[in-house]
């Protein structure tokens, strides 16, 4: 029973990064306003719809143009260094996790007013990074619902080796603990359960 109970568990901890992720942020205000604190609302979820929890996010905003050269609308960290090296005008801290599953919380002061490159930044894994990248207007039209896509994050080796033995190891621990736990209930064999009194003992009185 241990063993069903900690399988899936383990099993959604093991791929809660390293799939496709489907997101979306909001800023209040919006429109921003330059020099505004905004308040942002993230939101992630795998390809089932299934809320992505513990993330590590962050976003940065950049003067450059989507569109231009070398910046990917979405990419792993190792494809971006180009991009990544540019030092953002403003980069937040990492997200909070709030109430609701799968939606981060964060804040940023707006730059002045103009067109951005928003990179949402996904680095939960410490091998790859998954790195999102959208358009983003302060001082103009209303931006409403931004979404995005983070790529798969590959796991490297020593990340597989570790969640081999989360996967394997714990479940076969737990099914070894919980076998010795019924034979230490279950009474030897040929031996008298509690309060039942053998047969041998029996022959004798009555003898």
Same mark, same amino acid.
């Given at each position: 029973?241990?063993?069903l ?10 791929g809660a ?35 992505v ?15 231009e ?15 990544l ?7 937040? *801290? ?5 109430? !609701?599953?799968?939606?981060? %919380?964060?804040?940023?002061?707006? @730059? &002045?007013? =103009?067109?951005?490159?928003l ?17 983003l ?31 394997? *190891? ?5 099914? !070894?603990?919980?076998t010795? %736990?019924?034979?230490?209930?279950? @009474? &030897?064999? =040929? ?17």
């Amino acid at each position: 029973m241990g063993l069903l109970i900690i399988w899936p568990a383990l099993l959604q901890a093991a791929g809660a990064h390293a799939t496709l992720v489907i997101g979306n942020l909001q800023f209040s205000p919006d429109p921003p306003l330059p020099g505004a604190q905004l308040e942002i609302r993230l939101r992630l979820e795998d390809t089932l719809l299934t809320p992505v929890e513990k993330a590590h996010v962050r976003i940065e905003l950049r003067d450059v143009d989507v569109g231009e050269p070398g910046v990917p609308a979405s990419a792993v960290g190792s494809e971006a260094t180009e991009f990544l090296s540019t030092e953002p005008l403003v980069s937040s *801290g990492r997200f909070s996790e709030a109430p !609701v599953k799968g939606t981060y %919380l964060g804040r940023i002061t707006a @730059p &002045a007013a =103009g067109a951005y490159t928003l990179s949402v930044r996904d680095t939960t894994f410490m091998d790859e990074e998954a790195v999102a990248n959208v358009s983003l207007v302060v001082g103009g039209a209303p931006n409403g619902v931004i979404d995005f896509v983070l790529p798969p994050t590959p796991i490297g080796p020593k990340s597989l080796s570790t969640w081999l033995v989360w996967l394997v *190891g714990l479940p076969l621990l737990v099914g !070894v603990i919980t076998t010795l %736990l019924v034979l230490r209930k279950t @009474p &030897a064999e =040929g031996e008298p359960s509690e309060g039942e009194p053998s047969e041998r003992k029996g022959e004798e009185t009555g003898g």
